[in-house]
């Protein structure tokens, strides 16, 4: 009998019904690396493609303006199956925690028409001042499409 706690179960691909809202994203020629797949890195700034875009496509995000901003904290993916040029990527978004100041997205990609996850990952935002960089309440705009993605 052993005393160490079990491995945490390892994370598997997710269907489309595990999320809330989808974007359509074009992979490009410059996302494949040199073993013919797009490369790790890009999977995050689809990420923040999927999520960015609905919030300011819904009215919750002012980019260039707006006094709230989120920044980034924390950032996690898990691998399944490739995705490369010229693949259509679906990226599906939800929320999974939702604070006073931060939200935890998460996010699958899936390649065009796949019914599971290629990759699914999260990130957490904490929205903060955009002067100050402090930390302030969501804005109840902002709230209000976050509840709709829960």
């Known amino acids: 009998m052993s005393d160490s ?3 945490p179960a ?3 691909p997710e269907p489309r019904s595990a999320y809330k809202a989808f974007r359509t994203i074009s992979t490009r020629w410059m996302d494949n690396d040199v073993y013919g ?3 790790n890195v890009v999977y995050y700034s689809w990420f923040d493609t999927a999520v960015n875009a609905h919030l300011i496509e819904h009215g ?3 980019a260039h303006g707006g006094p709230t901003i989120g920044l980034v904290i924390e950032t996690q993916c898990n691998y399944f199956a490739p995705l490369a040029f010229p693949q259509t990527v679906e990226a599906g978004i939800r ?3 939702l604070g006073s100041s931060s939200v935890r997205y998460e996010v699958g990609l899936f390649a065009a028409g796949a019914p599971v996850t290629a990759a699914r990952g999260h990130f957490i935002h904490v929205y903060v001042d955009r002067a100050t960089r402090r930390p302030v309440p969501l804005p109840a705009r902002l709230r209000s499409v976050l509840e709709e993605l829960r």
Do not use: K, S
Request: charge should be neutral; aromatic fraction near 0%; charged fraction near 15%.
């Open 5 to 7: 706690p079990a491995a």
């Open 10 to 12: 390892r994370p598997q």
């Open 37 to 39: 797949h797009v490369n």
């Open 60 to 62: 919750a995000l002012d």
């Open 95 to 97: 929320v999974a925690q």
